[in-house]
């Protein structure tokens, strides 16, 4: 029997976040198991809360995450990773979970999400979302790898976002992980760091050249919404999202602030109070008008100029 489960990556900074998550994940799943992968020595807050509330189990080989956050840091310049502890993520293919779904902290689900590890009898990777319709390859890869045809356009059509996917322990040995990591850092060309994402692009260069057998689950009518908070059309009803008539499957803020007066901040909130007592919050600010704004931006442009040319006097 295949060990299936999901994993996220957090501390205690992001540990709002996670328990929001987890109140989205077990508000529909008692039952599936959830691993945390720390992000860094600050963990045992989160962890303490998701462990005692959800039943959240800790990577059971802390050595094995030092062993590759180590050995990441010796493959790549000190000046490649933006944020390398990101790369921590890539120990699920060396975790205990034969399947596994990875979620980001700034994510709620809606359903049962982990009906999307059925689909990993048939493929290696599945993701859930619209990046290529949406932004190409950008905040991947370089035209550099379209001009040198080092993907097919099919294969780049399958560009993800890191945030949510899905896999298969046995599709990836760390000898061929470690393979691709040190080809990544030999070509910092073929990738486009401009928006200080990190895991992004070498995770995506990972799995087009090792995985065949991929799938975007929006191609399933049942999975075909959108997923990213910075849409404005999403309609709330209850615990729900919905694009028109359809259910959305889960909600990622990526990008997009998690804060009061942002996108969908009620809806975050409720699931993070989930069975609580919410806190009483202050009133959002008002949002500023882009005409306020761009002002705003002119003036303090203006005092900048100023007070460096004032500088030397």
């Known amino acids: 029997m295949h060990r299936k489960g999901i994993y996220i990556v957090a501390n205690d900074r992001v540990q709002e976040q996670a328990i929001a998550l987890l109140n989205s994940i077990r508000r529909v799943d008692a039952e599936v198991t959830v691993i945390l992968i720390p992000f860094d020595d600050h963990y045992q807050g989160v962890f303490d809360h998701l462990h005692h509330h959800h039943g959240v189990q800790l990577f059971p080989d802390l050595d094995l995450i030092t062993a590759w956050t180590d050995k990441i840091g010796m493959i790549f310049p000190k000046d490649f990773l933006n944020l390398p502890n990101k790369l921590r993520k890539i120990v699920t293919w060396l975790g205990p979970l034969d399947q596994f779904l990875y979620i980001d902290a700034d994510i709620i689900v809606f359903d049962r999400i982990a009906a999307a590890l059925d689909y990993l009898d048939d493929y290696d990777f599945i993701c859930c979302d619209y990046h290529h319709r949406g932004r190409g390859i950008q905040d991947v890869f370089a035209p550099l790898v379209v001009d040198q045809h080092l ?51 070498l995770l995506n260069y990972l799995v087009l050249k090792t995985m065949a057998r991929r799938f975007n689950l929006v191609r399933l009518p049942d999975w075909s919404t959108g997923s990213w908070a910075g849409s404005p059309q999403f309609q709330r009803r209850e615990w729900q999202l919905y694009d028109g008539d ?28 989930w069975n609580q007592d919410p806190p009483v919050l202050p009133p959002a600010p008002p949002p500023q008008s882009q005409g306020l704004k761009a002002a705003i931006d002119r003036a303090r442009s203006l005092w900048h100029r100023l007070k460096a040319g004032l500088g030397g006097l």
């Open 246 to 273: 359809r259910p959305l499957r889960y909600l990622h803020w990526a990008g997009t602030p998690l804060q009061p007066g942002g996108a969908y901040w009620d809806l975050w909130f409720a699931y993070r109070y």
């Open 151 to 201: 993907f097919t356009a099919a294969d780049l059509q399958d560009v993800f976002n890191s945030g949510f996917w899905g896999s298969r322990k046995d599709a990836l040995s760390p000898a061929t992980l470690e393979a691709i990591l040190r080809d990544c850092a030999a070509h910092r060309e073929y990738f486009d760091f401009s928006q200080k994402t990190t895991d992004q692009p």
